[in-house]
């Protein structure tokens, strides 16, 4: 249990998948502006974090791993080559689900989202999860715990930037920093103060 919430904290903060590999930074530079697109979108990369990662990690172990096909009578077979594929076509089905689940409850989120929610098919920080569950050898639990870590730490970056971008809308910044640079900027910044957390150990 102590391992469990140790690898989700690693993966919310020390590990964040945004911050600590900058995965994802398309949609957080674009959806940023606002808190409630920012929320929005952070659970829909929750949702489809803590989903695709087990998910794909059954389908990893359970067919395309080396030796996964001993049950068919094939104990040589090594489809792990296939994995990318199969991953992004179980992210795609994932986030067509939440693009109609969110289109039927919130119109306005929808629209607020819009190219941004089916980029979240395309969205690294995503894929990288699954390939970080097969990279580091995850057991199916492990996969579970890390999928939605990573989707929490995901989220809790954007929504942070969404607050400071706010803010910055009334500071007095040079011409050179406004826009794209003063975001880059805090990110940097934002990297720096969740790689403290890296110091705590359980």
Not at 105 to 127: D, E, Q, T, W
């Amino acid at each position: 249990m102590v391992e469990l919430l140790s690898l989700f904290l690693n993966s919310v903060f020390a590990g964040n998948i945004l911050l600590a590999y900058f995965l994802g930074m398309c949609s957080f530079v674009a959806v940023s502006k606002n808190i409630e697109t920012a929320v929005g979108l952070g659970f829909a990369v929750i949702f489809v974090l803590t989903v695709t990662t087990p998910v794909n990690w059954l389908i990893f172990h359970g067919l395309l791993s080396p030796g996964a096909l001993a049950w068919a009578g094939l104990p040589d077979v090594d489809l792990s080559f296939l994995k990318l594929i199969i991953f992004i076509s179980v992210i795609a089905a994932m986030v067509q689900a939440i693009e109609i689940i969110i289109d039927r409850f919130s119109a306005s989120l929808y629209a607020g989202l819009g190219i941004f929610l089916p980029l979240i098919a395309v969205n690294c920080a995503i894929l990288g999860g699954s390939l970080f569950m097969v990279e580091r050898n995850l057991t199916f639990i492990e996969s579970v715990v890390f999928g939605f870590g990573a989707g929490v730490g995901w989220m809790l970056a954007i929504v942070a930037m969404a607050a400071a971008r706010i803010k910055l809308r009334y500071a007095d910044l040079p011409s050179g920093l406004e826009g794209f640079a003063i975001t880059m900027i805090v990110t940097g910044l934002m990297a720096m103060a969740f790689m403290l957390f890296s110091g705590i150990t359980m």
